[in-house]
């Protein structure tokens, strides 16, 4: 079974500044999918990222990217120009040909102003 | 266009009970998910849907809990003699059906069993 690891429960990083968040995964297989969500007070799940896992070349989406190590099943988020509004509880999940997601136990990033 | 819903946004019970919790996908979305969320954890995969069948149930964690999907849209998540142990919030996901496609979370309903 795969699992998912966030081996930091809570992240503090100044406004404007640049954090990065860990993730680890257990795998065995070799075509998947990794994702980062976002999860506000509101408790609704907001997509951040998608990495395909044949690609090499590390997903960019504005202020967030990732730093996807296949070898070494690490898929990191940075955030760069941190905001006030990225406060929240991130996710990482991994995603293969069974297509439910499988969720890390989360991050809580607080953003000082 | 309209993103995936779910009613009602809280719910209440008593041991013992039975609920319905309901979950409205993105319109065309063929695949849809129903996930547990318990307090200070990651979402918890329960059932997978793709159109009207139950592709993958392997998450439900008795026969108390039960999930339908009678027309390949809205699906209702049942949940027969309540327990305690079983509050949590209840997320629901839809996404196009493909392989590593996004889902998309709706805003969950929070089960409370006094």
């Known amino acids: 079974a795969q699992t998912v690891t966030q081996s930091q429960p809570e992240m503090s990083v100044q406004e404007a500044e640049t954090v990065t968040l860990s993730c680890t995964y257990d795998?065995?297989?070799?075509?998947?999918?990794l994702f980062w969500y976002k999860q506000p007070p509101s408790r609704q799940m907001i997509l951040v990222i998608r990495q395909e896992a044949y690609k090499q070349q590390n997903a960019t989406e504005n202020r967030f990217s990732v730093n996807f190590q296949k070898a070494a099943k690490s898929f990191s988020l940075k955030i760069s120009d941190s905001q006030l509004g990225d406060a929240a509880m991130y996710f990482c999940?991994?995603?293969?040909?069974?297509?439910?997601?499988?969720f890390g136990g989360g991050t809580r990033l607080m953003v000082k102003p | 266009g309209a993103g995936v819903s779910q009613t009602p946004s809280n719910k209440v019970t008593e041991k013992g009970k039975y609920v319905e919790l309901r979950c409205d996908p993105i319109?065309?979305?063929?695949?849809l998910y129903w996930y547990r969320q318990s307090l200070g954890q990651g979402p918890e995969f329960l059932i997978y849907f793709q159109g009207t069948g139950a592709a993958d149930d392997s998450g439900l964690p008795n026969d108390r809990f039960f999930a339908v999907r009678p027309e390949g849209s809205v699906s209702t998540l049942k949940i027969q003699r309540t327990e305690r142990g079983d509050s949590a919030v209840y997320l629901c996901?839809?996404?196009?059906?493909?392989?590593?496609?996004?889902?998309?979370f709706g805003p969950g309903t929070r089960l409370t069993v006094l």
């Open positions: 795998t065995s297989e070799s075509d998947y999918y």
């Open positions: 999940a991994y995603n293969n040909a069974g297509n439910m997601l499988t």
């Open positions: 996901a839809s996404s196009l059906n493909y392989q590593g496609a996004t889902q998309y």
């Open positions: 319109s065309g979305h063929t695949a």
